[in-house]
């Protein structure tokens, strides 16, 4: 917590480049980092905003969280989500493209990542130096992506130090440069021209583009005049008949009504979850706005933490907050459906509560 709270008033840009382990577990993060984060995005840069870059995580398919597989032994990607430093609405969780422009194998989803950064795969790392004025050209991952996002920004903060941390995503999100894979789906976001962006569950809004990001920066019109502070509209809901989670029924689903909340642009989503549950990495979790856009939150994995072929726990639901920048500038007022899905056999649960919080402007 101190390290991300040291010299707030001159610190620009907080670099981040570790996490909770790529497991499939769920991983909580302390009490004072969620201080540290809330604290630095109010009151940081004299009130404009800490800016906090984070990794997303290295458990896809191939990467260090490999030993993540289904119950027929298929690998299944880790998923950002799970990772509590970097599902919190203060930090940007950085993807990572190889030299291609491409995931590499390390690369996971997550619906809470913004946007990525360039890094090595299996061919070639990252050069970049070392104590003892030594050079290391294997760095990798989404640790060595992370730090190009931030210098990005620290190129935007010398041309308009005036820019809040909201500024700062937003503009990220908007430059950002998409690839030709597949899998990109539609989003309420516009570029600086007005033209639709999309959203890909593992690049987010796309691969950060320097020279677009410092271009728009310099001629920005501040949101909310600069103000650190967004908008809330929270909405709690909790079962007196909890929702059955059974393989063998269709999935459980919930709905609220936000036809009372004033944000017209929505900057972040949490989704706080609670359930019991036998085995919790069964269940698959979709958000769906008002609007169509599905976040997904969750996906079924089975979580093998050691050599001894046994499942182990994949931690429970117990108030879980998941984020995502999926519905970026949409409007917040209509229906938004939670579904939860107990995809694999011979477990089952209840689902107990959940809270919906629309963040924005």
Known sequence: GDALRRDPKVTGVYNISWGSPDNGVLNAAEASFVTAIETGIVSGRDGKG?????????????????????????????????????????????CAVDDNGLSPSYGEPGANILVCGR???????????????????????????????????????????????RDVRLILAKTARENGVSGWLPSALTDPNGLAKHFHPKY?????????????????????????????????????????????????????????CAIARIEFVEVNFSATHTYSGDLRIELTSPGGLVSTLATERLCLLDADNIADSCGNYANWQFGSVRH?????AGTWTLKVTDAQPGDTGNWTSWRLTLWGR
């Not at 298929?74 to 930090?91: A, H, L, M, Q, T």
């Not at 030594?134 to 190009?148: C, I, K, L, V």
């Open 50 to 94: 800490s800016i906090y870059v984070f990794p997303a995580g290295n458990g896809g398919n191939g990467g260090s969280g490999g030993h993540v597989r289904d119950l027929l032994g298929n690998r299944i990607d880790e998923n950002s989500n799970f990772d509590g430093y970097v599902n919190k609405r203060g930090v940007i969780a950085t």
């Open 119 to 165: 890094s090595g795969n299996d061919r070639v790392g990252i050069t970049t130096t070392m104590p003892q004025g030594e050079y290391r050209s294997t760095f990798s991952g989404t640790s060595a992506s992370t730090p190009t996002v931030s210098g990005v920004v620290a190129l935007m903060l010398k041309d308009r130090p005036d820019l809040s941390w």
């Open 204 to 260: 987010g809004f796309g691969a950060v583009d320097a020279a677009a990001a410092v271009t728009l920066a310099r001629n920005w019109t501040r949101i909310d005049g600069g103000s650190p502070t967004m908008k809330s509209c929270s909405y709690t809901v909790g079962f007196s008949t909890p929702k059955a989670l059974d393989s063998t029924k269709p999935p459980a689903t919930d709905s609220v009504d936000t036809s009372g």
């Open 328 to 332: 970026l500038d949409e409007a917040a």
